[in-house]
């Protein structure tokens, strides 16, 4: 992770994922996002929230990072949340519709209910 611009936090069995810069608009960066959220799908991370706080514009290009982390969570048996998005990056997930597919939320601790209350249903 180092040099990345993002934190990954664990709480239990989840991982939340923080952006430390405001933009996220390099395909470099975007990558070696990619690569680092699916490395720690692959070795075991089930439960993931992206929290966007702070994210004023993100490219088309990282929405195929969450697709990628979505379909390897979803193989997984795992799930993923995306939280605190500003009002130009949930503009992009509604022109793309793929506000449609993610359970968005405003806040992580609204994220996190859900994910606890659609854990306590399954168990």
Do not use: W
């Not at 993002?6 to 239990?12: A, D, N, Q």
């Not at 997984?76 to 009002?87: F, I, P, T, Y």
């Amino acid at each position: 992770m180092k040099d990345l611009p993002i934190i990954v936090e664990e709480k239990e069995d989840t991982r939340i994922v923080y952006f430390t810069i405001e933009k996220l608009t390099d395909i470099l960066t975007i990558d070696r996002i990619k690569s680092y959220i699916l490395s720690v799908i692959s070795g075991g991370a089930r439960i993931i929230v992206i929290n966007f706080a702070g994210i004023e514009y993100m490219s088309s290009s990282f929405l195929s990072v969450l697709i990628a982390m979505k379909k390897a969570l979803y193989q997984a048996k795992g799930r993923v949340c995306l939280c605190c998005l500003s009002e130009n990056v949930a503009r992009l997930f509604s022109i793309t519709e793929l506000d449609k597919i993610f359970s968005i939320f405003h806040s992580e601790s609204d994220a996190l209910e859900f994910l606890q209350a659609s854990s306590d249903q399954a168990d």
